[in-house]
Nanobody
Framework: QVQLVESGGGLVQAGGSLRLSCAAS????????LAWFRQAPGKDREFVAG????????SYADSVQGRFTISRDNAKNTVYLQMSSLKPQDTAVYFC?????????????????WGQGTQVTVSS
């Protein structure tokens, strides 16, 4: 079992930066691939970025490639999402996700673990 708690959301102007953090409980943190998803009002939840167990492999949605960076610190049981050059269309609730398989990190399954989400609002 993994419990995830996100933090770091807030209000930022377009072009600005934010860093999200997701702290996880449980001794098996390093055995999970981790991801960030987001959900804007009236839209489906979508994949943003994912990272493998060791951090050696990462993947990104096309919409954030080159602007967002995902990283993890297994010693601190924490995954991060550094967001730069933010746009109003990045406004959403951002969710942390833990998946037992990196191969399926961009998809949602009933076996995944989720945090409660943190709001990111980008003003124009």
């Amino acid at each position: 079992q993994v419990q995830l708690v996100e933090s770091g959301g807030g209000l930022v102007q377009a072009g600005g930066s934010l860093r999200l953090s997701c702290a996880a409980s449980g001794r098996t943190f390093s055995t999970y691939a981790l991801a960030w998803f987001r959900q804007a009002p009236g839209k489906d939840r979508e994949f943003v970025a994912g990272i493998s167990f060791s951090g050696a492999a990462t993947s990104y949605a096309d919409s954030v490639q080159g602007r967002f960076t995902i990283s993890r610190d297994n010693a601190k049981n924490t995954v991060y999402l550094q967001m730069s050059s933010l746009k109003p269309q990045d406004t959403a609730v951002y969710f942390c996700n833990a998946d037992s398989r990196y191969a399926t990190i961009a998809t949602m399954s009933q076996n995944d673990y989720w945090g409660q989400g943190t709001q990111v609002t980008v003003s124009s």
